[in-house]
């Protein structure tokens, strides 16, 4: 592979890591809120903290923000590398994972304080299978509608990704993405996990 090309992609990985690093929920509510979002609720940054503790048009802007940090990154390297370019799955698979881990680990707050990232590789699959990241929308949605709780339909969502990817892609690298964040986010939900064996996981909305 030409230098020229390593730098380029070096360049667009490093920006997926840097856009996927910016904490909407806690800019949004800083300019738009008297929240202090790392401090209300559970603390989480994430659309759904925001939804519960700074009311819901903050927390469909943060929503929007964390898809769009997932789905920007993946759609320029794409474009910049184009469709030919061998390696493209696995490439565009790290850009993904790129823009995921900056939400958990973002540096502009010391690599501390992020997300579970769910919206954000929601995004990034968006741009990679399209169809996939549909099927499992339906699922998140289909949960939160029986049990009204973001932390069980996120699980059972990314929980089913991988073998849905490999069912329409037959994409190793993308199947293989799929597994490491699906590993990341049942790790963010260790604490959700054990409040909903407990049956002590706030709802959404109700009791």
């Given at each position: 592979?030409?230098?020229?090309?390593?730098?380029?992609?070096?360049?667009?990985?490093?920006?997926a890591y840097l856009t996927g690093a910016i904490p909407?929920?806690?800019?949004?509510?800083?300019?738009?809120?008297?929240?202090?979002?790392?401090?209300?609720?559970?603390?989480?940054?994430?659309?759904?903290?925001?939804?519960?503790?700074?009311?819901?048009?903050?927390?469909?802007?943060?929503?929007?923000?964390?898809?769009?940090?997932?789905?920007?990154?993946?759609?320029?390297?794409?474009?910049?590398?184009?469709?030919?370019?061998?390696?493209?799955?696995?490439?565009?698979?790290?850009?993904?994972?790129?823009?995921?881990?900056?939400?958990?680990?973002?540096?502009?707050?010391?690599?501390?304080?992020?997300?579970?990232?769910?919206?954000?590789?929601?995004?990034?699959?968006?741009?990679?299978?399209?169809?996939?990241?549909?099927?499992?929308?339906?699922?998140?949605?289909?949960?939160?509608?029986?049990?009204?709780?973001?932390?069980?339909?996120?699980?059972?969502?990314?929980?089913?990704?991988?073998?849905?990817?490999?069912?329409?892609?037959?994409?190793?690298?993308?199947?293989?993405?799929?597994?490491?964040?699906?590993?990341?986010?049942?790790?963010?939900?260790?604490?959700?996990?054990?409040?909903?064996?407990?049956?002590?996981?706030?709802?959404?909305?109700?009791?």
């Amino acid at each position: 592979m030409e230098p020229s090309k390593i730098i380029q992609m070096s360049l667009l990985w490093t920006f997926a890591y840097l856009t996927g690093a910016i904490p909407w929920g806690l800019v949004l509510t800083r300019k738009l809120s008297t929240v202090d979002i790392q401090q209300a609720g559970s603390g989480n940054i994430g659309a759904t903290n925001v939804l519960r503790t700074a009311g819901i048009p903050l927390g469909l802007l943060t929503l929007a923000g964390d898809v769009l940090k997932g789905a920007l990154p993946v759609l320029i390297a794409d474009r910049v590398i184009g469709s030919n370019f061998p390696g493209r799955e696995i490439f565009l698979g790290l850009v993904i994972l790129g823009a995921f881990l900056g939400h958990l680990y973002p540096v502009y707050l010391k690599f501390r304080g992020g997300g579970k990232g769910v919206a954000t590789a929601g995004g990034g699959f968006l741009m990679v299978s399209p169809a996939s990241l549909m099927i499992i929308l339906s699922v998140f949605i289909l949960v939160v509608l029986w049990r009204k709780r973001v932390s069980l339909a996120s699980l059972a969502a990314f929980g089913l990704l991988p073998a849905v990817l490999w069912f329409l892609t037959a994409s190793p690298a993308l199947t293989g993405a799929a597994l490491v964040i699906t590993g990341f986010i049942y790790l963010r939900h260790i604490e959700n996990i054990r409040r909903l064996r407990a049956g002590t996981e706030p709802a959404l909305w109700g009791k």
